[in-house]
């Protein structure tokens, strides 16, 4: 039996024509928060509502994370705080950089990034890529330069362990906040390895890319299951809710209504997940 049930489309956001929708997060109320990366824009839309733009046109937002002061910290060309008044602040840029793809945050309310050094959707040749932590007291660590394609971030029960997730080897990585070493966790079965979350068995769940299939690993590496997603390329997801039970999934395109192009599914899930914690930047 899956550990995820009642999956359905979010009927709102399907009914709305998206692109390649990632950075899906939960906010107060119940309101789900995500990207259209090529479309570009950040939406959130209530459970009973229609979505609204919380900021127009942005493109390459593969991360959203919270932060400590209200609003949402956001990837792309650089990383910026949209406050809850809909104002920007650069956070962090580099000039080597072609930008950042997905984020993560530790309990101390750290930033993690992964940093694209290369332009894969433009044909060039992969170049390594860095996972940064950016402090928030101050400062930036790299954690690990052996991923090509950074993409999803998350972090172990013991608020220690990162994972980290490489599309261009279809690998997740595992390092930890000292960056000592890097190692490989787990190998995709099918697909690639996409956005990730982390559940509170320390579970790790990997959205498969073109495997139109998110997976769940246990703590050890192993694999302990797939569960189809009705889309062929499935981009990312997280937990929340009360319980941490809900599961919120981006898509880049869609089965039910092809038309409409990528869409938000949600589900629920048998373990809670853990809390993605706000980032004091």
């Known amino acids: 039996m899956s550990l995820l049930s009642d999956l359905a489309p979010v ?10 929708l990632e950075g899906p997060c939960f906010a107060a109320g119940g309101e789900m928060v995500y990207s259209d990366v090529i479309a570009g824009g950040v939406f959130s839309c209530a459970p009973d509502g229609e979505p609204r733009e919380l900021l127009p046109k942005r493109r390459g937002i593969g991360g959203i994370v919270p932060h400590a002061d209200g609003g949402w910290v956001l990837s792309g060309k650089s990383i910026v705080h949209l406050g809850a008044d809909g104002a920007q602040r650069e956070l962090f840029a580099e000039a080597d950089a072609c930008g950042f793809n997905d984020l993560g945050s530790t309990p101390a309310g750290d930033l993690l990034a992964g940093e694209l050094r290369y332009r894969p959707l433009a044909g060039e040749a992969p ?11 101050g400062g930036v660590r790299v954690l690990s330069e052996r991923v090509i394609w950074p993409n999803g971030i998350g972090v172990a029960p013991d608020g220690h362990t990162v994972y980290l997730s490489d599309y261009a080897n ?17 190998r995709m079965p099918e697909g690639s390895a996409d956005g990730l979350a982390v559940d509170a068995e320390g579970g790790v769940w990997v959205a498969l890319g073109e495997g139109g299939a998110l997976a769940r690993f246990h703590a050890d590496g192993t694999l302990d299951e797939v569960t189809a997603v009705p889309a062929r390329f499935v981009s990312s997801l997280c937990f929340g809710g009360p319980d941490m039970r809900e599961v919120l999934i981006t898509t880049a395109d869609n089965l039910l ?9 949600r589900a629920r899930s048998e373990v809670p997940g853990l809390p993605v914690y706000p980032v004091a930047l």
């Open 127 to 137: 170049r390594a890529g860095r996972l940064l932590l950016l402090a928030a007291g």
């Open 170 to 186: 279809r690998h997740v990585l595992v390092t930890d906040l000292d960056g000592v070493q890097t190692r490989e966790f787990a």
């Open 257 to 265: 209504e092809p038309e409409r192009g990528g869409t938000l599914l």
């Open 11 to 20: 009927g709102a956001v399907l009914a709305r024509p998206h692109g390649l």
